[in-house]
């Protein structure tokens, strides 16, 4: 057996598992590692080809590993399970894993900074906490109805409700109902809070980062947008078009072909959920605010006349991440195309 030149490493919570190979494909290595003993196995190899599954803790691993000069490559787990031989087990998911690393046609996924992490933690609490803010909500406007007390939409109507819970005065709610309700409001308005500071973190790292604040130019575009494109994108050339970014978004036609007849459906909604949403909800904005105004881009009033609002959302979503893979490859600012008027 030779020497070994690529590694899958499949890792988990405490047991990890190496499966090596030499130049001839030979297994040389097929072993359990600790996880206080990964570090110290990888430090006593020889530099080589590593192979992991990208999760949470892979791009922590893939920075370990890299500072001891071997090269990690990050594949997605969808890619890496057409690789794997008969039932699945730690051993074969190793297998499979440095299989497929050395594919030609394998699609990896850069190793994302400290930094990136760090601003994605702030996104995905924030978006934690709305959640619960929202359940809360919900729960407020549900056991209020059943009294017969109602509100508008939005959190102007949850505030209206929640000025009556804390109406002592108002016989509509029963003691024990309004100890209840007035524990909820309590939690909403901490959580109102939370969310506060956490976006002021927001606002603070974009105001730190050139690059957020040259995409916020972008109508539709803002703090939240900005830093989460630059969080979740981080090397803006691993992509090789803007289309494949917004692919990678999930924001194209999924197709559906056979016998040389090609048909486009909805958008494949593959890639990442959370950047999709974003530019989608800016896209809207943006749209809204044409339509109060009563001014419209020249090519999204024409798509609006043929189509509807959200698929024109959708198509301006798409087109929002191909000019910001081309303003951050090119480094470009955003030009503000010609504005048509609307006619009274």
Known sequence: MGEVITIGLDIAKSVFQVHGVDA?????????VTRAKVLEFF?????CLIGIEACPTAHHWSRQLQALGHTVRLMPPNYVKAYRKRGKSDANDAAAICEAVTRPSMRFVPTKSEQQQSGLMLHRSRQLLVRQRTMLSNAIRGHMAELGVVAAKGRNGTAELIKIVANEEDVRIPATARFCLDALARQYAALAEEIG???KQIHAWHRSCEESRRLEDI????PIVATALVAEVGDWKAFSSGRNLAAWIGLVPKPHSTGGRERLGGIS????????WLLVAGAMAVIRHARQHGTKRLWL???MERRPVKVAAVALANKIARMAWAMMVRGERFKEPALLPVAA
């Open 43 to 47: 430090a006593a190899a020889r530099p």
């Open 219 to 222: 109508p539709g575009v803002g």
């Open 269 to 276: 909604k593959q890639g990442n959920r959370y950047l999709r």
């Open 197 to 199: 500071a956490i976006e």
């Open 24 to 32: 001839a494909g030979a297994v040389v290595i097929r072993k359990r």
């Open 301 to 303: 009033t024409r798509l």
